[in-house]
């Protein structure tokens, strides 16, 4: 079976026959976006020669897939073609995601995603049962199985681009800070309790993950942005996006470094308690959430997410939670700086 073909001067799946089309092949440009940058991820059809980098492709493809590969145009035009890209196929593609996510598989799979959605009806009525407070709300997976697999699927392109494994929880790295070092105590002026009520919603968040069921985000790359993330459906004002994770560390280690994603955990009054979340080896898609620029009125107006920190059993947690509805295909956005306002945002777009 022939392999497919990547424009790369470097790297080549499939060598050109002639020079001709090796120079033709030099000159590709995606079809998407238009640019012939990052050769070894731009994809060349079997068919019509065109090329599509792996990550403007819908849904993204999270490596150069074995076997001959056609794009979408060709393989709607072709039966035959449609055939070689059958669900009899899927399963394989299935299984590497399943185990990127270290998904629990269950035999008793009705059962499983019964008490799920028995739960998540539970934890709705919790939110409603008490109109003058607000609660938090449990995140809604999309119902298609294949679109979840889709969405999991460019989150994995892109923690697999950055050079980053999956992580759902705050890690605690020898050498760097202990689970001991993050004690909510610590917060300078206090820190919100997370109720109970609001508790057994992140609880449910963080078991439908664990079950394969993630929250309906896709994640896109931007030429300006970068990874960034967008809503795949209607997403209802308090709901729970995903908690920001990575290793915890002190923040004091971390005065000269030079990322652009760490996130405040602690802000201590004696300031060697202070910690930080790093997620540049270990992470979620929390951290290709993009800020807004707050020092203009149309950055502001971008912001649909808020990041607050919370007491979660003594420990402090940093939660993404949607500040508004927020519609399909809408990107998300929120206020890097929270509290602090240190962190300068007058570059970001």
Known sequence: MASPRVVSRRRRRTQASSSKKKEKEDDTKCENCGSGDFGSKLLLCDDCDRGFHLFCLRPILASVPNGSWFCPACCSSNRRRRRSLSPSRFPLVQTKIIDFFRIQRSTEKAACQGTI????????????????????????????????????????????????????????????????????????????????????????????????????????????????????????????????????????????DDGDSIMTLICAADSSKSLVICPDKRSNIARFINGINNHTPEGKKKQNLKCVRFNVDGEARVLLVANRDISKGERLYYDYNAYEHEYPTEHFV
């Open 117 to 256: 959605y028995k739960k998540r009806r539970r934890a709705r009525s919790l939110a409603t049962s008490k109109k003058r407070r607000r609660r938090l709300l449990a995140f809604t997976p999309t119902e298609d199985s294949v679109r979840r697999l889709e969405q999991m699927a460019s989150l994995a392109t892109a923690l697999t681009a950055t050079g980053a494994e999956f992580s759902n929880e705050l890690t605690y790295i020898h050498g760097m800070a202990p689970k001991s070092a993050n004690c909510s105590d610590y917060e300078k002026g206090g820190m919100q309790v997370l109720s109970r009520e609001d508790t057994e919603a992140l609880n449910l968040c963080k078991d439908m993950m664990r079950k394969g069921e993630c929250p309906p985000l896709m994640v896109v790359f931007d030429p300006i942005e970068g990874f960034t993330v967008e809503a795949d459906k209607f997403i209802k004002d308090m709901t729970i996006i995903t908690e920001y994770v990575g290793d915890v560390d002190y923040l004091q280690s971390r005065e000269n």
